[in-house]
């Protein structure tokens, strides 16, 4: 089994600054990209950030500049550091991971599983 727990999330006013964090546990024999999507009331959920194994990132124009994905591969652990935090910022975000199990594994395939958090609610207000 595989979970992803999120927390940090909660209220702000606008410009102010968040920082998320997400934790991988279970029988996980690596994990591949690790990202951060977002879902607004009565929108669909949107990429906000990823950040692969290696270290490259990658981010929404909207988020570009105020927003900083990061990872922890000892911890299992990807972060977003928001700042300068607006209104349309507020959602709820969805941490996501690619991840290859130790079962995977086991059963002769390579191939990772998406897995995702329950999501943490983010709030701006001005």
């Known amino acids: 089994q595989v979970q992803l727990v999120e927390s940090g999330g909660g209220s702000v006013q606008a410009g102010g600054s968040l920082r998320l964090s997400c934790a991988a546990s279970g029988n996980i024999y690596t994990i591949n990209t690790m990202g951060w999507y977002r879902q607004a009331p009565g929108k669909q959920r949107d990429f906000v950030a990823a950040i692969t194994s290696d270290g490259n990132t990658h981010y929404a124009d909207s988020v570009k500049g105020r927003f900083t994905i990061s990872r922890d591969n000892a911890k299992k652990a990807v972060y977003l550091q928001q700042n300068s935090l607006k209104r349309e910022d507020t959602a709820v975000y969805y941490c996501?991971?690619?991840?290859?199990?130790?079962?995977?594994?086991?059963?002769?395939?390579?191939?990772?599983?998406?897995?995702w958090g329950q999501g943490t609610q983010v709030t701006v207000s001005s």
């Open positions: 996501n991971a690619f991840i290859l199990t130790t079962d995977t594994v086991r059963s002769g395939s390579y191939a990772p599983d998406q897995y």
